[in-house]
């Protein structure tokens, strides 16, 4: 199965910096985008960016200018650097990807492939002030 293995979470102080990994694996056929949400504790889980594999990014008002997402195609790994963290940045930081799996085994006739969203299990962040 494809999973999604986030990476990079820790404690800091505010105006620090963390930088997230997340690594997706299994039989991936094709990666079209990943990205970042986060959920603080009583909150709804919010977009913080995403990207595409050609690297096209958009992002929460909220951070941007603060947050940077690149991908790495070849690793199918997607990075969120953050600086200049505020504690209100504090949250579970899940990654997703929407990718094409392979499809194993399948109709005769279909593509071998099909498409999904997979999620990870969050990395937290915490802000201190």
């Known amino acids: 199965q494809v999973q999604l293995v986030e990476s990079g979470g820790g404690s800091v102080q505010a105006g620090g910096s963390l930088r997230l990994s997340c690594a997706a694996s299994?039989?991936?056929?094709?990666?079209?985008?990943m990205g970042w949400y986060r959920q603080a504790p009583g909150k709804q889980r919010e977009l913080v960016g995403t990207?595409?594999?050609?690297?096209?990014?958009n992002y929460a008002d909220s951070v941007r200018g603060r947050f940077t997402i690149s991908i790495d195609n070849s690793k199918n790994t997607v990075y969120l650097q953050m600086i200049g963290l505020k504690p209100e940045d504090t949250a579970v930081y899940l990654c997703?990807?929407?990718?094409?799996?392979?499809?194993?085994?399948?109709?005769?006739?279909?593509?071998?492939?099909?498409?999904?969203?997979?999620w990870g299990k969050g990395t937290l962040v915490t802000v201190s002030s």
């Open positions: 299994g039989p991936i056929f094709r990666i079209n985008s």
């Open positions: 997703t990807a929407d990718l094409y799996f392979h499809d194993y085994p399948g109709p005769k006739d279909g593509p071998g492939y099909n498409s999904m969203t997979a």
């Open positions: 990207i595409t594999s050609g690297g096209t990014t």
